[in-house]
């Protein structure tokens, strides 16, 4: 029992010393002015102004998109355009009505042109081809991956 409470205040004893030692460690300074380079806590002012933020939001960016004759109105013709435009690169057959074969034509020859064996039915490999591929916008000013280092110096 002895040799139990002595652990237990020894623990505490361990656990309070560190508590005291993690907080007299504390810097008084951001941690940014440990990491920053000397140029970069420069405290004159700068010569060059910072760049103006753009005026206009981006609600009045989509307003403007949709105010076609720049009358600071938007009509219901302008306000459906686009979608009128979408219908109509649905509908092939140009009746005004869009039936399920218009919808889902790029769907169902996606589907076709994966049947490589054309059973009607897509194995796990032509399944992999339907895979939609996402198009990722390269990172402007940024270093290349270090794998990608390690291959370029290679």
């Not at 609600?59 to 979408?86: H, I, T």
Request: aromatic share 8%; with cysteine.
């Amino acid at each position: 029992m002895w040799r139990f409470l002595a652990g237990v205040a020894s623990a505490l004893l361990l656990a309070g010393a560190g508590l005291v030692w993690w907080s007299s460690g504390k810097q008084d300074t951001p941690l940014l002015s440990a990491i920053a380079p000397p140029l970069a806590r420069s405290t004159e002012a700068p010569d060059v102004a910072p760049p103006e933020a753009e005026e206009r939001t981006r609600e009045q960016k989509r307003f403007d998109r949709y105010d076609k004759d720049r009358n600071e109105l938007v009509s219901a013709e302008e306000y459906l355009a686009n979608r009128r435009k979408a219908f109509a690169r649905l509908d092939a057959d140009h009746d005004g009505r869009l039936s399920f074969e218009e919808w889902a034509k790029k769907t169902t020859d996606k589907f076709a042109a994966a049947d490589a064996d054309k059973s009607k039915a897509l194995s796990r490999a032509e399944f992999a081809t339907t895979k939609v591929v996402r198009k990722t916008r390269p990172r402007p000013n940024c270093p290349p991956p270090p794998a990608a280092r390690e291959e370029d110096e290679g």
